[in-house]
């Protein structure tokens, strides 16, 4: 939100420069992301000043220049050589001088002195679009003769400069979202050191001219809309507002549409109370009623949209039919035209709930909902009509020809709370005084109707909705009080603290500079995501899908099941943007949803931490010594296991299985102790194509919660490195095709439980000479004694043990 600093200083005298300022509201919570000065003029007319032309001749070289000399007011001639027609001695002008900078849209260019056709030139007398103060290129500006020779042009022409602070309204700071909000803070925090305060304009002046108007209000929802009030003004022009109140709305970033709903836009970002202007004219039957209406009903808003309504959208009607959004949006037919005479001019409190749902629903976000989401004050309402009443009054003539009419059954009290003296010293860390204390209070119109040597009794206003508990209070206090005056202590009281084991934080640490020493980038998807995604899908059913009770959009409108999905999109993100080589990972959290009959609501709910691999593309970049190598299945495969074997957990105790899950054309899945850990695959060409991605895209998703799981029971034990040398020894083993390598492993490893450390493929061949149903195997066998060196004969016993084994039990033949 954008505040201006003339505009606050009409309601607050002082005269603290603006990087003074924007520290303060940062230290008292109201944080400013930035500031931007503001010139009505560009340039500001900085190096213009008036002059007066002593003499005028024309130049000898030329047919249309002329020699000038012109009193700057600074006790000497300056000569100028000037083009315009219309240039002659005694005129008052406006006069560039050197160094000045002029522009032309975004160009700019800049006075030198110069020789035009041999004469020398120290300046430039100016046109009106010359300096920006019209369009008029015919001539020089010729000003009276009362223009006061040497004068800023600035100053003869009232420029004023302005700054525009940004400030970023944090959701619980809504009374700041306004001027009167900013300068209320500002004086609450200025009052600890000076006699100052904040003031707003007088509407003592306000008065009906006559009660001729006859609209009545009714309110059905009362519990939607507590307060609502109503003021007609009849007789009115509809045309440009005054520059005054053309420059308030540009400095803050808003264009002027005329002066009836610039008068509105006024008020809202003076006050924080939204307002909402009709045409009298267009409310039917002169009654304004506070209704909802049924479910599918249609409404056109203002922005020329069909929208349907909600049972539960609260509408501001005339007697017949919708004519707003009630604290959203406007209608097309009942909305402020130049054909418009007559007004009827709204200002409410409705129930920041109703409004929230009803604008989340329809999509829409204006300045008005932005406030009574959050909450407004409706002590403030009548004053911002009034105000509003009486600009409207003066900018576009007219009469009020009603009384205030105000429905407000159930006035809003003040908020009770209580606070303890001891409770403060302690949230603030130290003893700033019961009379500061107070002092503060006072100073954020926070009144004390009880207290005692312990504690107060505080009543809160309305408009502070963020402050209903008695830390809220002491936030208050300690913000006024200043952050920064609360000292450091000498000495830092803490406790030690043991997280438990294993630890998933540095795990997660550990695994990702691990992954990211291996060239992966890490990267973070949103957790909502498309429901669409799981449509037809046995791995992530639709129906554990977390659906959102109000999505933002369609795109996003589940929690995911999986990292998969946002883990495509990222990879279709870069190859649209020809990066094709990619190796990522990503922690996060899963979400889904088992309905089971007299279970726990809440517990029908499940999240779980995964952790998600992504290869695609190439493994590395031709260069002049080596090619483009594809990345495979196998390349995912060595990085899954590296992460387990980081982690502890070697692949020799592992159990893995292929998998035929939907998701995936051919897979793994590793477990242990039946706990599925981890699961890679080949995305299958169904979910490639639906994500426009050409390529082969690898994943792996490692079940997070598990693996911690298995690492608690997991002990690590220390074994030194062996003393003595391993042995290799290689077989070549015919078998029937339908055996596999795991087999011919898991079968060594039973046999020879003590001695064999390791068994690997190096070849597989299958060949006519071989038949039809057989291949071979070569395999190397890894042999090791800790405590002593093999010798041939135990090394030939073990062998020999082997090849039985493999041929009782698989029938194998030895080549």
Not at 219 to 231: D, N, S, T
Not at 640 to 665: A, H, K, P, W
Request: with cysteine; hydrophobic share 40%; charged share 25%.
């Amino acid at each position: 939100m954008k505040i201006s600093l003339n505009w606050l200083k009409e309601y607050l005298k002082i005269d603290l420069d603006v990087e003074e300022i924007c520290q303060i509201l940062t230290s008292i919570g109201l944080e400013v992301a930035g500031y931007e000065q503001i010139e009505s003029i560009k340039g500001g007319l900085k190096g213009l000043v008036i002059g007066e032309v002593k003499t005028c001749e024309a130049h000898p070289d030329s047919d249309h220049l002329h020699i000038t000399t012109v009193d700057l007011g600074d006790g000497r001639l300056t000569p100028i050589v000037c083009g315009a027609p219309n240039v002659a001695a005694g005129q008052k002008v406006v006069v560039a001088t050197i160094g000045t900078v002029l522009y032309d849209g975004d160009k700019e260019f800049v006075i030198k002195k110069s020789k035009i056709r041999g004469q020398e030139s120290e300046g430039m007398i100016c046109a009106e679009d010359e300096i920006g103060i019209g369009h008029d290129h015919k001539g020089i500006i010729v000003l009276p003769q009362s223009a006061e020779t040497g004068m800023p042009a600035a100053e003869y022409y009232g420029i004023t400069s302005d700054y525009a602070i940004e400030i970023d309204i944090t959701p619980n700071r809504v009374d700041g979202a306004s001027h009167l909000g900013v300068a209320r803070d500002l004086a609450a925090y200025l009052k600890q050191s000076r006699d100052i305060d904040y003031s707003l304009p007088s509407v003592e002046a306000f008065a009906p001219d006559s009660n001729t108007a006859g609209l009545t209000i009714e309110v059905l929802r009362p519990e939607a809309c507590p307060r609502y009030a109503g003021v007609c003004i009849e007789g009115v022009e509809v045309k440009e507002s005054p520059e005054w109140l053309r420059t308030r709305l540009k400095a803050i970033g808003l264009n002027p549409i005329n002066n009836i709903v610039d008068i509105t836009n006024f008020i809202l970002f003076e006050l924080g109370q939204p307002l909402h202007s009709f045409d009298k004219d267009k409310v039917k039957g002169n009654k304004v009623v506070i209704r909802s209406f049924p479910t599918g009903t249609p409404f056109v808003t203002l922005d020329g949209i069909e929208r349907k309504l909600d049972e539960n959208d609260l509408m501001v009607c005339n007697a017949e039919e919708p004519m707003c959004i009630a604290g959203v949006f406007g209608g097309l037919e009942s909305g402020i035209t130049e054909q418009t005479t007559n007004v009827f001019l709204e200002s409410a409190c409705f129930d920041p709930v109703f409004v929230r749902k009803t604008a989340r629903r329809h999509g829409i976000n204006t300045d008005a909902s932005f406030r009574f989401e959050r909450g407004t004050d409706p002590n403030l309402v009548i004053y911002a009509l009034k105000r509003a009443a009486l600009l409207i009054k003066e900018l576009a003539g007219g009469k009020i020809t009603s009384d205030i009419i105000d429905i407000y059954p159930n006035p809003v009290q003040d908020f009770e709370v209580e606070v303890k003296y001891a409770h403060i010293d302690r949230l603030i860390g130290k003893q700033i005084g019961k009379e500061n204390i107070k002092k503060i209070l006072k100073s954020l119109e926070i009144k004390i109707v009880r207290e005692d040597d312990e504690k107060l009794m505080l009543l809160i206003p309305p408009y502070r909705v963020d402050v209903r508990r008695e830390a809220d209070v002491i936030e208050d206090i300690l913000r006024i009080y200043g952050f920064n005056n609360i000292e450091v202590p000498a000495k830092v009281n803490s406790t030690l603290s043991y997280s438990e084991k294993p630890d998933d934080y540095r795990l997660k640490n550990v695994i990702g500079d691990l992954l990211a020493a291996n060239g992966f980038n890490e990267i973070m998807n949103n957790s909502l995501t498309k429901a669409a995604y799981f449509e037809g899908l046995e791995t992530y059913k639709p129906e554990n899908t977390v659906m959102l009770f109000n999505p933002l959009s369609s795109d996003l409108n589940a929690m995911r099941q999986s990292l998969l999905f946002g883990g495509l999109e990222t990879i279709a993100y870069n190859i649209n943007r020809k990066s094709h080589n990619l190796r990522l990972f990503e922690f996060g959290k899963v979400y889904t949803f088992h309905k089971k009959e007299g279970d726990n609501h809440l517990k029908q709910y499940q999240e779980e931490n995964r952790l998600a691999l992504f290869i695609s593309g190439h493994k590395n970049t031709a260069s002049w010594n080596s090619r483009e190598v594809s990345s495979d299945f196998f390349t995912l495969k060595a990085y899954g296991e590296m992460v387990l074997s980081r982690l502890g957990l070697q692949s020799d105790y592992l159990t893995t299985e292929e998998n035929n899950q939907d998701i995936f054309r051919e897979g793994l899945d590793y477990s242990q102790n039946g706990k599925h850990l981890l699961s890679i695959g080949v995305v299958s060409s169904k979910l490639l194509k639906a994500f426009d991605i050409g390529q082969d895209v690898y994943y792996a998703d490692f079940s997070w919660e598990n693996i911690l799981k298995t690492l608690k029971n997991h002990t690590i034990t220390f074994r030194p490195l062996p003393k003595f040398p391993a042995v290799k020894r290689d077989l070549a083993l015919l078998l029937d095709k339908k055996i596999s390598f795991k087999e011919v492993k898991e079968i060594a490893l039973r046999t020879e439980k003590h001695l064999l450390k390791n068994v690997s493929l190096f070849d597989v061949y299958e060949g006519e000479k071989l038949g039809a149903d057989k291949k071979s195997y070569a395999v190397s066998f890894t042999l090791q004694d800790d405590e002593k060196t093999l010798t041939d004969k135990q090394i030939d016993k073990i062998m020999n043990k082997l090849i039985g084994t493999y041929k009782h039990l698989l029938q194998a033949e030895i080549r």
